[in-house]
């Protein structure tokens, strides 16, 4: 059974402040994706990395897909409150299903 | 936006009640997929389908039928309703490719089993 862990599950920051999310696996995906999810909505996707050791950058956000392709890293630099949101890495295979880490909770508080 | 449209949105029943969920997409995604959402456990796989009357079992499958009789529609079915089917349930459809399955996602649907 595949499993992503993801880390921290909760994050309560000030604004400007630098974060660091973590998803990790033993398994080898073909793609990861990172979502945010806001109250109420479904998620919504931020980026697809599906290349070992790629790193796209969105704006303040920076992903990182790992060498070996089992884990991935969301960074945002100097957060601010509109960043707030349930943050989802999922793990994708050539099966059509995708893997959903926990989720972690970001609150960056003005 | 991928035009996905889930109804209910929100629905309260009773335990053993039979309740179905609706999914319909507009942009002819081949793949669609059902998702609960619960604390402590991010997004778990219900069932998918890969087309046409062609479905398979997620992670957490018990208690739950789908059928996908049209390309743009997708249906949830608890055949008895439990307390523990009590999730947000949410429908997505993507398009999967070598190693690329960016998904999209509907608004979900609050289900409340009493």
């Known amino acids: 059974t595949q499993l992503l862990k993801q880390s921290p599950q909760f994050l309560s920051i000030q604004e400007g402040e630098n974060l660091t999310v973590y998803c990790n696996s033993s398994s080898v995906f073909s793609s990861l994706q990172w979502y945010r999810q806001e109250p109420g909505e479904g998620p919504v996707l931020l980026v697809t990395v599906v290349t070992g050791g790629e790193v796209k950058k969105l704006k303040r956000l920076t992903f990182q897909f790992g060498d070996a392709r089992k884990d991935s890293s969301l960074h945002i630099t100097a957060a601010q409150p509109g960043d707030t949101g349930l943050y989802l890495c999922?793990?994708?295979?050539?099966?059509?299903?995708?893997?959903f880490g926990q989720g972690t909770t970001l609150q960056v508080k003005p | 936006d991928a035009g996905i449209t889930q109804s209910p949105r929100h629905k309260v029943t009773e335990t053993g009640t039979p309740v179905t969920l609706r999914c319909h997409q507009t942009e002819n995604h081949r793949y669609m997929y059902w998702y609960r959402q619960d604390p402590g456990h991010g997004l778990r796989l219900i069932h998918y389908s890969y087309g046409v009357k062609d479905t398979d079992k997620g992670e957490v499958s018990d208690g739950y039928s789908v059928s996908r009789s049209k390309t743009e529609d997708f249906l949830l079915t608890l055949e008895s309703a439990t307390s523990s089917q009590t999730s947000v349930y949410f429908c997505a459809a993507g398009v999967v490719g070598e190693g690329n399955q960016p998904q999209h996602f509907g608004d979900g649907t609050r289900l409340s089993i009493l």
């Open positions: 999922a793990g994708g295979s050539n099966t059509g299903k995708l893997i």
